[in-house]
């Protein structure tokens, strides 16, 4: 066992060794390195365990890394391959390996594993390393960084407790760093309200169709592991629960390496774009109970891409794509817990109060699905990422809508933005939570009616539908004053704006003279 003092310590080792290295620029090459190092570790770990049962159960257990390739074989030895050895090893495409045959590098070997054994955990690693570069240029440094996670036991449920808290912390720093080039991540008090109200239930599927580094399929994972009393339970936790699509290479290894380390043995997370499938084509075996997920918003796709959906309902804004993604990967018949499919989803303001083909997209949701509740978070809730106001909205397959609930989040009483150190927390959403359950209208609360909020020209055809309300019961500023003292006011700020003009044309004047 390795104390969560110790872990920190030596992870934090580990990235000192790495900033003295001349090929990492900062933590977004750091993290990444990291990540690919324990990921081989963390693999290892978990065939050695799963070859012991095998050999318990008297079956035939099938590695997913073969000898000399795997870790115990080219890293457990602090004495062995070192300096510009190691670097050949792992870089190069053919070369010579820890056990003095000639053949593929590691990275070669890696990226070229198929599930032809029936093990889908190559095709995991193959794409995983498809994304990886190794960036240091010193041997030796990296010898040192790979001793130092030799040391983490990754079979140890505390310690992969401990790590995954930890690794929580070095993601958010790599999004810090990121700045205006990194993705806008979901603060971690919105996906965990999301999840609250949402409440997956064991046997349900639940799928982020735009998954980032994992942050909404952990805190599901968490979600529904609380609700495990038994072998069978886990089961169905670990094979038949989580799903999610990552096309970008970094995110993706990051996302793999955040589910393992949080518990989940085997994560199934789609490489590809989840906007590439025809929308037509997605049939009841793709569908799922539950989506949770903050789609990429204010990015384009490409015309192959908007080829995929309608005619009448193709945009280049990612967001819109994917709302309909969303509504045809739900499925229609009651989950297994017997409730509605349902989704939340983060949205842009623009999304809220946009015409056009964003228009006939809302009016789909409000007519096809039951648009129950809009969210309206706090200004500043993404910053300092984006100031792009935001939304959650909440809908399921019981509808059509008959009422839309807005709640608007208030920002904390004494504060006035938010920031990397000082983010929302999920305290600030207790009345939120507390009011779901019994929806009254109050102060924060209010309802309209679905089918009014659609506006349709003389030929029927969707022509606005504005979910951008403002709260009712926001009180407008008031000048309590007098009439006179109000008059006399205006007119002295006109004789004040007139004096500005008349000096303006003096300087004019000189200037020309």
């Keep these: 066992m390795t104390t969560a003092q110790a872990l920190g310590s030596l992870l934090k080792s580990a990235r000192d060794i790495m900033r003295k290295d001349k090929g990492l620029n900062g933590d977004l090459d750091r993290l990444p390195l990291l990540t690919w190092i324990m990921f081989l570790k963390f693999l290892d770990d978990l065939e050695q365990q799963r070859e012991q049962e095998a050999a318990l159960a008297g079956t035939r257990f099938r590695p997913a890394i073969e000898p000399p390739y795997r870790w115990r074989d080219w890293a457990a030895n602090p004495q062995g391959i070192t300096g510009d050895e190691l670097l050949a090893f792992i870089n190069n495409d053919e070369g010579v390996r820890p056990d003095g045959t000639r053949g593929p ?66 993601l958010r720093e790599m999004r810090d760093a990121a700045g205006d080039s990194g993705e806008f991540y979901t603060p971690r008090a919105v996906v965990r309200l999301m999840v609250q109200v949402t409440d997956p239930r064991l046997g349900e599927t639940v ?53 393992l380390l949080h518990g989940l043995d085997a994560p199934r997370i789609d490489p590809g774009n989840a906007l590439r499938h025809r929308l037509t084509e997605i049939g009841e075996r793709d569908r799922v109970d539950v989506i949770l997920t903050n789609p990429p918003f204010g990015g384009e796709e490409e015309r192959g891409i908007q080829g995929n959906f309608p005619e009448d309902r193709q945009a280049a804004e990612t967001a819109l794509l994917f709302l309909q993604l ?42 096809q699905f039951n648009l129950h509740t809009v969210l309206r978070l706090p200004e500043g809730v993404f910053a300092p990422y984006t100031d792009i106001p935001t939304n959650v909205i909440f809908f399921d397959t019981a509808g059509p809508t008959r009422d839309v609930w807005f709640y608007e989040q208030p920002m904390p009483e004494g504060r006035r933005k938010y920031s990397k150190t000082r983010p929302v927390q999920l305290e600030e959403f207790a009345d939120c939570i507390a009011w779901w359950g019994r929806r009254e209208e109050g102060p924060q609360a209010w309802k309209v009616s679905g089918p009014e909020l659609i506006r349709r020209d003389e030929a029927g055809r969707v022509v606005a539908v504005n979910l951008d309300l403002k709260n009712p019961a926001a009180k407008e500023a008031v000048d309590h004053r007098a009439p006179a003292e109000i008059v006399a006011s205006v007119i002295e700020k006109e004789r004040q704006v007139l004096a500005l003009l008349d000096e303006i044309k003096a300087l004019v004047a000189e200037r020309v003279a």
């Design 105 to 170: 590098g590691l990275f070669a070997y890696l990226r070229g594993l198929t599930s032809a054994n029936g093990d889908d955990r190559r095709d995991v690693i193959a794409t995983v390393f498809r994304g990886v570069d190794n960036r240091m240029r010193s041997g030796y440094l990296l010898r040192d960084v790979i001793d130092k996670i030799g040391a983490i036991h990754f079979t140890s449920s505390e310690e992969l407790h401990t790590l995954g808290a930890l690794y929580e912390s070095m």
């Design 207 to 259: 799928l982020d169709p735009a998954a980032g580094t994992g942050g909404f399929l952990v805190e599901a994972f968490a979600h529904l592991a609380g609700q495990v009393q038994t072998v069978a339970d886990r089961r169905v936790l670990q094979s038949a629960s989580l799903m999610g699509c990552e096309p970008k290479s970094l995110p993706y290894l990051l996302c793999q390496m955040n589910l």
């Design 326 to 367: 969303i509504m045809r990967r739900l499925k229609r018949a009651q989950t297994s817990a017997g409730r509605p499919a349902r989704a939340a989803v983060v949205v842009p303001n623009g999304t809220l109060f946009g015409d056009g083909v964003c228009a006939r997209i809302k009016a789909d949701i409000l007519e």
